[in-house]
Structure formats: structure tokens, C-alpha cells
């Protein structure tokens, strides 16, 4: 798929757009002859990866999308093509911490911009971003399928699940009626990636520490992950988007990005990989008492292979090489992060059998 020419011309509002993949998102779609719209919270960390991408293109909004007025009034007048929502309370941790901020924001956030939507009169296809979270963990050893039960026994995972059933409910009553609106949800494993500086995530606690010459401490070793780069999900949103445009059958759906069944790996095993490309990155394990995480999770991405030809490209060790030598870059050789990140997408794109080209 040609992405100057699915893109020429383009209005894509992204929500989320200052988070670590809406950021990602942004620098990747500036490239295009495209206006972007972004709306996210008003503050930024001190140190975001926002600060540093290409703004260009890019209308900044700030407000809460649980906020529905705001929201609509920007929505109607900007008229996105495309939208990609990704805003969110994305921290399991703190979901236990601010479970209401957590189901405001992941429920009645995306119910809000599901409202927008019929009420836009224009042609506009919508990537719903959820997570693999949103199936209830019941431990399955052959990875999740889209039509698996949903659940979850934390906030974070039960506002995910939540606004999937939102969504359905939503499309099915509603949306469906609407010819003008192309939308799915799109549910992906965890991700990495250079430029991620979010507190309780193994990669920027491990690379913040490593940056001080400290050791990181590893609560769940064993623990395992459906780890993909944030090029891997991106792709998939926008080969979701790239699809619902040209396949009326898959309007409605929702669909998994994730690596393959074998290839999913404890966090020992990334923080071994990680030794590779870190001189000196030192870890220990230790158990915290009052924090549960679920232990197990796999996804099955087979129907996002069938049919929208999607597949993640990067290995994991590949991946975690980019990762910690994006890191490296940044805080050892002072690197200009546009050129790294431009650095990671050239490569991504370059790869055989991407489905892409510029
Ligand atoms: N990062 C992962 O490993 C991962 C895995 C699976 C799913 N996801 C999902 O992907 C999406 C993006 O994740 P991320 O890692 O970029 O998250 P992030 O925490 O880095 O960014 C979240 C973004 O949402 C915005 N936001 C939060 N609350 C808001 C509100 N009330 N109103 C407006 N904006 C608000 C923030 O300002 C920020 O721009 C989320 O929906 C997340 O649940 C992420």
C-alpha cells in the first residue's frame, strides 16, 4: 500500500497525539501531505517524547475528551477523514490508584467520540485503539481471539473491556446505519520503542535507571508479554484504516496486533536482550506484596494477517536493539531525536515483506 497517496490530502485528528505512540504517530504522518489535528490533556511530562517530534503539520488541542461539548465543537469543525484514538489512562498501575480517571477517561472518552462521529456528515473512517487487555485473562495458552470473552480484573484492563462492549453497542444500534462512518478497534500487546519516559513500564524504568548507572528492580520476571515495537501496532492501525476504506466486510470488527503465539517473551528474557545492546545494564528481582499483575498473555493476530495483510515484521531481539540503542543515542551521544526517530521508520519501512512503501 502506497501511504503518500492513501495519506495525500488527508484531515487525521489523533487523540492521545502527545502520548508515546500518538507522538510516533504524528512524526510517522508528517512526512504525508496531511493536516493533523491532536487532542490530549494539557500538561506533558518533563521529559516527553512530544517535545522533540515534528509539529508541523500539527493543530494542538488540550482538553479532556471526557469534556463531550469541547470535544464535538472541535470534531465538526476540523471534519476529519481519519481518526485514530488512542487517548487514554494507560497505566495499569496507576488505574488502581485513579480508577475513576481511569473509566472516564477509557469509557466515557471513547463513548464521546463515538458520539462525534454520527454526528459528523462527512466520510470519516475511525481506528478505535483498545488494548490487549480488554480479554478477560483466563491464562490461555493458544493466545486470545477477537471473539474471546472480555473482562478484566484491574481498572485499567476493565475500562479496555468496557469501551469495547461500548463500541459494539454503539455500532450496532447506531454507527452501522450511518454509510459515511468505516470504524473498527484495533487491540495490541505492549509495546517499545525509543522516547517512552512513562513511570512503572519496564523499558523506561529500565533505561532510566541504566542512564544513572543503577540497577532496576523487576517485580514480575516471569511475566510475559506480546512485546512489539510501536511501529508494529502503528502499521496495523493504519492498515486497519488503509482497509476499512476498501472493504465494507470488515466494518464494525475488531482486530488483534501482536507477534506470533511462539514469539511472545518473559521480562527476564527482554532485560537479557536488553544486556546486549546496554554496556552495564544491571536488574534485580524482587516481589512486591500488594501488586497483582496477570501473569499470562498471549494474542492470536492470525485474522489482521488474513485480511489486512498485516504481520510484524521486527524480531524480538531486533526490536530490542533499536530500542535501547534509540536510548543509547539519547542519553550517551546527545542524538537529535527527529533523526532517531526518522532512523527507526526509514528502517521499519525498508524491511522485506513490509506491506508499505513511501
Ligand atoms: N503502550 C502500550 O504498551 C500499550 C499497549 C496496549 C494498548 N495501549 C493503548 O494504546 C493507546 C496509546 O498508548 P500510549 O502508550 O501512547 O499511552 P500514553 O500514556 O503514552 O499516552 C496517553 C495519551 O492520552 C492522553 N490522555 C490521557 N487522558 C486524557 C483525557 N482525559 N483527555 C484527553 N487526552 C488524554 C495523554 O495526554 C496522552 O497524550 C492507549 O489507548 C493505550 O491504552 C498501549
Redesign the pocket.
Given at each position: 500500500m502506497n501511504l503518500k497517496k492513501f495519506y495525500n490530502k488527508k484531515k487525521i485528528l489523533i487523540?492521545?497525539?502527545?502520548?508515546?505512540?500518538?507522538?510516533w504517530l504524528v512524526h510517522w504522518l508528517s512526512r504525508y501531505n496531511v493536516q493533523i489535528m491532536g487532542?490530549?490533556?494539557g500538561?506533558d511530562e518533563k521529559l516527553s517524547l512530544?517535545r522533540f517530534i515534528n509539529k508541523k503539520k500539527l493543530i494542538d488541542k488540550r482538553?479532556?475528551?471526557?469534556n463531550y461539548q469541547k470535544l464535538e465543537n472541535n470534531i465538526l469543525k476540523f471534519k476529519p477523514d481519519i481518526i485514530y484514538?488512542?487517548?487514554?489512562?494507560?497505566?495499569v498501575k496507576k488505574s488502581v490508584t485513579n480508577p475513576l480517571?481511569t473509566f472516564?477517561?477509557?469509557i466515557i472518552?471513547t463513548a464521546n467520540i463515538l458520539s462525534c462521529l454520527n454526528k459528523l456528515n462527512t466520510n470519516t473512517i475511525s481506528v478505535i485503539?483498545?488494548?490487549?487487555?480488554c480479554y478477560e485473562n483466563l491464562k490461555l495458552l493458544r493466545g486470545y481471539h477477537e471473539n474471546d470473552r472480555l473482562g478484566g480484573h484491574d481498572p485499567?484492563s476493565a475500562s479496555?473491556a468496557s469501551a469495547e462492549i461500548v463500541f459494539s453497542s454503539y455500532f450496532n444500534s447506531i454507527l452501522k446505519k450511518n454509510k459515511k462512518i468505516k470504524i473498527a478497534t484495533a487491540?495490541?500487546?505492549?509495546?517499545?520503542g525509543g522516547g517512552?519516559w512513562?513511570l512503572n513500564?519496564l523499558v523506561p524504568d529500565c533505561v532510566r535507571a541504566w542512564a544513572s548507572n543503577n540497577k532496576v528492580k523487576i517485580r514480575s520476571p516471569n511475566s510475559t508479554r506480546p512485546w512489539q515495537h510501536?511501529l508494529e501496532?502503528l502499521s496495523g492501525y493504519i492498515a486497519l484504516s488503509y482497509h476499512l476504506k476498501k472493504n465494507k466486510n470488515i466494518n464494525g470488527e475488531s482486530f488483534n496486533f501482536g507477534p506470533k503465539i511462539n514469539e511472545v517473551a518473559t521480562v527476564k528474557k527482554v532485560l537479557q536482550l536488553s544486556q546486549k545492546y546496554w554496556k552495564d545494564a544491571k536488574f534485580k528481582i524482587y516481589k512486591e506484596k500488594f501488586f497483582k499483575e496477570d501473569p499470562l498473555l498471549r494474542l492470536n493476530s492470525i485474522k489482521a494477517q488474513k485480511i489486512l495483510k498485516w504481520r510484524k515484521i521486527l524480531s524480538l531481539d531486533k526490536t530490542v536493539e533499536l530500542t535501547m540503542t534509540w536510548y543509547n543515542d539519547f542519553y550517551k551521544n546527545n542524538a537529535n531525536v527527529s533523526e532517531l526517530l526518522n532512523r527507526d521508520i526509514n528502517y521499519f519501512l525498508e524491511q522485506e515483506g513490509n506491506f508499505f512503501n513511501d
Open positions: 487523540t492521545g497525539h502527545t502520548g508515546f505512540k500518538g507522538s487532542i490530549s490533556l500538561y512530544f482538553f479532556d475528551i471526557a484514538h488512542f487517548a487514554a489512562q494507560a497505566l480517571e472516564s477517561t477509557n472518552g485503539v483498545t488494548s490487549d487487555k485499567y479496555k487491540r495490541a500487546g505492549n509495546v517499545i517512552d512513562s513500564r510501536v501496532p
